[in-house]
């Protein structure tokens, strides 16, 4: 299966800041790539997917950057605000397997 | 997009019974997934639900241990049987709208502590 991780358990910025927060993967075979936000105490929340033949794909306040070559992924959020404080989690899945495999989440704090 | 539910939100149980976690959603949808995620960890899928067939396992995870029903496009069940303290955990079911499957939602989680 896919096999997806991240290299920051947590991250934190201030409030304005850029953030950046990446992952790595380990399935060439995916087809595209999801990040997740999770609050405390809530369900996973949809923020952007990319496709893999695409190498970038912006969103509101957010952009994902995906490098096939050493299959990485990263997420960014511009100007960092307080309610941006969550875990944040990216997937990789098959086409038409329809199953994402998580990566270990990263913690974001935003200082005010 | 959809608006998912799970009841109960949070539940402790004895070793050795049973629970059963139910899902439902505001739309029809193809396909309906559970997961478990540890606090503080990430989510690891246990079976996708098949309407009107069984549920699709991974690996690690059992029909006896884990039985699923999905009666209809809307709605899924989850149990969790035999408890042990190892299955104290959140469990979370999402469901994909169209067939890409490509954007899911997940419901709040419902977190089990087994006693």
């Known amino acids: 299966g896919e096999s997806v991780g991240l290299h920051l358990p947590t991250l934190s910025v201030q409030e304005g800041d850029n953030s950046i927060i990446n992952c790595a993967y380990s399935?060439?075979?995916?087809?595209?790539f999801i990040w997740y936000k999770q609050e405390s105490g809530k369900g996973p929340q949809f923020i952007i997917d990319?496709?893999?033949?695409?190498d970038k794909r912006q969103g509101q306040r957010v952009t994902v950057l995906l490098n096939k070559t050493v299959k990485h992924l990263s997420l960014q959020i511009a100007a960092t605000q307080p309610g941006d404080s969550a875990v944040y989690f990216c997937?990789?899945?098959?086409?038409?397997?329809?199953?994402?495999?998580f990566g270990s989440g990263t913690k974001l704090n935003v200082k005010p | 997009s959809a608006v998912i539910s799970q009841k109960p939100s949070r539940d402790i149980c004895q070793r050795g019974t049973s629970l059963t976690i139910q899902c439902q959603v505001d739309?029809?949808?193809?396909?309906m997934f559970w997961y478990r995620q540890q606090p503080g960890q990430s989510l690891t899928l246990i079976a996708t639900?098949?309407?009107?067939?069984?549920?699709?396992?991974e690996s690690g995870f059992v029909i006896d241990k884990f039985p699923i029903s999905r009666p209809n496009l809307t709605f899924s069940t989850l149990t969790v049987s035999n408890m042990s303290p190892e299955d104290s955990s959140i469990y979370l079911c999402?469901?994909?709208?169209?067939?890409?499957?490509?954007?899911?939602?997940f419901g709040p989680g419902t977190r089990l502590t087994v006693t």
């Open positions: 999402s469901a994909s709208l169209g067939t890409s499957g490509i954007e899911q939602y």
């Open positions: 399935n060439s075979a995916s087809d595209y």
């Open positions: 990319i496709r893999s033949n695409m």
């Open positions: 997937a990789g899945a098959v086409y038409n397997f329809n199953k994402f495999y």
């Open positions: 739309s029809q949808v193809t396909m």
């Open positions: 639900a098949n309407q009107g067939s069984e549920a699709t396992y």
